[in-house]
């Protein structure tokens, strides 16, 4: 999380386009996207302690949990040396629900990191190259096309994400045990237990390593930021018709005209706009220079991470 | 919870057997079962609580999260009109891990439910009868069979949870979005959300309707716990013994000798352990009567029943 | 499935109760239900048979599958040498819906395998006691509880299913890779693959020889069976008279009657019915007598070993 | 698949650059990727066929599948007028590893769907525009941003495919039922049973329309296609290298070096290879030329089809 904060400052400011449906939508910074995923880390840190609360209880009870041969005098005191709470109540064994919170949060915590990494995996693109994770000069990125560096590691962390969300299902089935225990979640917990937590140690060390030394082009996020020509700027150019007292319907008609065609011709947006009658009829042309000033679009984000940090 | 909660009490001391892998194993009560179930479902709670917690944020951010238009300003006013928190950061939407963390834990509550239900499932069965859900008076249990009472409600709670185990799966699998958004999630969240919700609203509704209506059969659970002719005391005897000073190799032998035997034959374990001379060498007849003091086993009731409710 | 076949048609007239919901409902034969594994693992192996046709393909095509600096004839020679199929295409990597069929078969045999092991399970439990898995005799059942003989390759057979299944599952998600490859799979595929392969292994290994050395117990089918005094004739009963013309309802009302009567009472449902004046209007004693005859029952039995093997 | 097929033949001959880890990687033809789509739907309905075939079969064998009341022949003939075979032997109901069968069958099907989809998807993306869903001519991206085109079609088969994943997994928790059965697999296979058809079915048919419509811009494709200015051609260049007697480390460090430096600087990896002494001393400039030429990683693409139409 330090590292995902510290980057996250240091790329407060920088600009690149924001994208839905991995479709350019509007201008944000790439510290935005951080500060978004450190809120994120804190609600799986907050449901790691939660867990850990639940898991951190231990029993004495006896074979069926009535405290046949040993008093909970006994229970109590061999907890608090191990630093457990006893559990008010038991079987044989501490009820399931417990362990399945924790895998299931586990696999939350997963989730995040698989999304994270499914993030510099795009950014990481041919075509975007805004990020690259981190490429030791030695490496081989593909023994047989020497000019290759993929995001292998992002690759493995959304890989093991799989992994782990599959696991706390398993975790899940454990829970209807019968009557007082039967051991069939043994074989399972045996298994999925250690896997999840070494999946994901080794999940969040290795993105850790990727946030620490990933290469961000900032230039490049500028360049691609205004590789539409404007375009991007087309959702505030219709607020600002309505506001001046356009209907709506014709101006999202008119702009979304120049929208598709500059799109198709890969032609200018903003050259377009600012000389179509019918928009200048409503606003100037300072005013449509206006629309495009990519500064308007970011004035919050020190706001943003004020909530934040 | 209150269903169960008044159950709990009213049997309290009810003996039974407590079960492990299906056998036999030593005596408990019917009581503490329910007592078990509710420091789970409190445990539920809070977790449903946290979720709850977790959900209840807004966000009216913009496209991708960046207050393009609208000052965040606008949204703490809207989400406080809503009786919700704002995100302090979010792209075009609220992140996932939100939503995912409220479906596990619908699918860790109904895994909780299952675990009831297959407990009443199982003290249904023709050979146990200890236990029944409520069978209206002009209901019919088979068609074909008129003698038929089955759990059909509780086998459906167990089905049920299936259901929302598999959901919460999805759930999971809607967190790594594409950048500031895909709307990939949504198909998925019309049809699990609105599922999970009312399968678990209705599985709690019918399952407190089994608590409430069920009818235990304190006699059968007694006869039950005899079945066995004092097999189920074998661990206290073999405890007394060793305290006796007694070799613990020795007194498993001897002790797992008569059980295995007695089981075999259907004879009566008391009956062997009490004139087997090895073992009067240690006990006295009335010292082994004291080990067959189904008393002795359930001491702890209240204890445990003070530390839950 | 040697095993199951041998078991079967050793079993095959060995009368118990069918259960349905857990409740008595029907005589059947202890072979009866090995002939359905019997069948059910003819499916599976039909099963694996497809799966490993699936994946006994090879791939020689380079980078992105379009053979650039090499010829398909290439790869046939060495698919060929492989025993394996050439991929009529492929992308950097055989395509993962082979993998997913693979791992998905895999999950249906471990669900078989979970549904026979729960039977014994089932059966083994102390008030049924009609099969038991086989226990050394030096085997301790519980290290506490010197009577115990749990059912715990059994657990163990059905736990395991619980962690092919969730495999399987992320199997699932490795299909949808990007463009010609990603390698997310790949971390995925190194623990989910030996490890599902590695415990279907060992389940079918275990579960094997359990099927070989299980105690059957027909003498307590038999005890069990005539548990409910003729309660599980009813249905005959039911049929018998609305043949001779009474009305449905009229015979389900009477029937169930004497059923629920018999049920509480732990009465004789035989006894009652061959007294009651109005059944006795429509059937004679003999006739009555005819109802409960066991063998009418088992007629089929040698026809559906016909069908099955 | 008669549309995927149509599309493949199309745009056989479409170079575009393959793509692994999101990198491009080396020359194909957009036909060759829908090629391979078709194989996958071959085997996907292969699938289909085995899966009907395994559930199209029926049971009339009574309470507990003893035929306690009826004769075989009755099913046989019941069966056939239904068009199903009867099941060889049956419980209560047909065993659930059918459904299951047919359930993880439609998810391996849901997966390749999300798969071409998330293909879709990812060429649709601003930067890479080679491929575009149909889009309405009156139709709107997004309401906020006229400027939008959204692949909303594919991310909601993308999505759909986790819900048929999920269900999957639900029906293999149904096989191993209770003894002759019990009701708990029915509430779940009220839900996804006809969800999971629906899904498929609407995915399938969406999906078909969206490669029956969707834009493919051969123009972008190869623009991008010589984005890297050569760099896509070092494997070859890397191969004719070590075939003309350079040691391959010497010839991957030289290679790899004007890779990587071409990348940085987004310059031409041909010019400066070209010019290359070190290079120049084992290839002349128009050996080097050679190595650029498109056609020859296309020339095994009628192979392809070949084998696979």
């Known amino acids: ?148 560096r993929n995001p292998v590691g992002c690759e493995q962390v959304a890989g093991l994400a799989r992994l782990v969300r599959a696991n706390a299902l398993a975790s899940l089935e454990n829970v209807a045990l019968w009557h007082e225990r039967d051991i069939s979640h043994s074989s399972v917990e045996r298994v999925i237990v250690p896997d999840s937590f070494l999946a994901l140690d080794h999940m969040l060390a290795r993105f850790t390593r990727i946030v620490k030394g990933m290469t961000v082009d900032e230039a490049r996020m500028r360049k691609n930021l205004d590789l539409g020509r404007g375009l991007v700027f087309s959702g505030r150019l219709l607020l600002e018709l309505t506001a001046r007292g356009m209907r709506r319907e014709d101006a999202y008609r008119v702009v979304q005209g120049h929208a598709m065609e500059a799109w198709k011709s890969e032609g200018d947006f903003r050259e377009r706009v600012t000389h179509d009658p019918e928009l200048r009829a409503v606003m100037s042309e300072s005013e449509i220079a206006d629309v495009f000033r990519l500064d308007r679009y970011l004035t919050h984000v020190d706001a943003i991470f004020a909530r934040v940090f």
């Open 1 to 148: 999380m330090d590292a995902v904060r510290e980057r996250a400052f240091r790329h407060k400011d920088a600009a690149m386009i924001g994208r839905t449906h991995g479709v350019h939508a509007e201008p944000m910074t790439f510290g935005l996207k951080l500060a978004l995923w450190h809120a994120e880390l804190q609600r799986q840190l907050a449901r790691l302690d939660c867990a850990r609360a639940t898991i951190a209880h231990g029993k004495l009870s006896g074979a069926v949990g009535a405290f046949s041969h040993l008093p909970p005098e006994v229970e109590e005191a061999v907890c608090a040396k191990l630093g457990l709470l006893p559990a008010p109540v038991s079987s044989q064994i501490l009820q399931r629900d417990r362990h399945a919170e924790v895998m299931t949060t586990l696999a939350l915590v997963a989730a995040s990191l698989e999304k994270f990494a499914t993030e510099i995996r795009a950014l990481q693109r041919t075509e975007l190259r805004e990020v690259e994770e981190p490429f030791g000069s030695g490496q081989k990125g593909s023994s047989a096309m020497p000019h290759k």
